[in-house]
């Protein structure tokens, strides 16, 4: 007996939407939107909404209800939304906004559950924020390497980091807020970060406030230029990442280089 076997009838598939509407989206995943017996969808855009409802009459929101104290709260409830149309043995595909698996704990929850649950389950890729921002500043991951950290787990776990290697740090407006963005509750949180950074770069050193062209193609990126020092008084939204450019590159170790045999090759 094979594992497919042993599955129960109902299957979940999580894809994205990419960051634009219609033009991120992989065929893929449209395949699975389009054949769903049930379409659940989390996005922000009444007019991605409307096109999911276009391609798949079936199509509704998943409940998400900001007047929680705390996020997970709500996500917890999102999954249970998720996992009741699998349980009556359907088809589900859940659209979640860029790449779903990327700052989306109920997307990895449903998934989770679902597995636990013994259906089949699986998550497809989307273009992603970060995929955005190495095309549009120019950053290839590939030569100086690249850190990613989300910025409140970035300052409370004090992570180790290297200051020659680019450094990217996500929901800078949400720095230390276990619930939802308040308009001004980000100021205080830049206030901390800067001078933490400011033990490992100069007050001078040029950092990138950064937001993703969203929704449509012809939105530009927003790609703010700053020093280092004027960042607590950076204007911030909710998708706002904050990209470190690295210092300079990473002094060589020559024994390692002899050891591989790069010193005689130039």
């Given at each position: ?7 129960q ?72 939304r ?44 989307g ?39 680019a ?6 407006a ?22 933490v950074?400011?033990?490992y ?23 703010k ?42």
């Open positions: 007996m094979s594992f497919e076997d042993n599955l009838a109902g299957s979940l598939t999580i894809v994205g939407t990419g960051i634009q509407l219609v033009g991120h989206l992989t065929l893929g995943a449209q395949a699975h939107i389009v054949q769903a017996d049930k379409l659940l969808f989390a996005v922000a855009d009444p007019l991605t909404a409307k096109w999911l409802r276009s391609l798949n009459a079936t199509a509704e929101a998943i409940p998400y209800n900001t007047d929680r104290t705390r996020r997970k709260e709500t996500y917890r409830e999102m999954v249970e998720i996992l009741t149309e699998v349980r009556q043995g359907l088809n589900v595909c859940a659209v979640f906004y860029g790449h779903p698996g990327v700052f989306a704990d109920p997307a990895h929850g449903a998934l989770k559950q679902a597995r636990r649950e013994g259906f089949k389950a699986q998550m497809l890729p273009i992603s924020a970060e995929d955005c921002l190495f095309a549009d500043v120019g950053l290839d991951p590939g030569v100086n390497g690249c850190q990613s950290f989300e910025a409140t787990d970035f300052l409370i776990r004090r992570r180790k980091f290297d200051p020659t290697c450094l990217i740090l996500w929901q800078i949400m720095i230390g807020n276990l619930g939802f963005y308040k308009e001004g509750s980000h100021l205080h949180g830049l206030t901390v970060l800067a001078e950074l400011q033990e770069y100069s007050f001078d050193h040029e950092v990138i406030v950064y937001e993703a062209a969203v929704y449509y193609p012809v939105c530009e990126p927003v790609i230029r700053i020093p280092l020092s004027k960042l607590p008084e950076a204007n911030v939204t909710p998708v706002s990442t904050l990209y470190v450019p690295p210092l300079g590159p990473a002094p060589l170790d020559r024994e390692m280089m002899a050891r591989l045999g790069m010193e005689n090759r130039g």
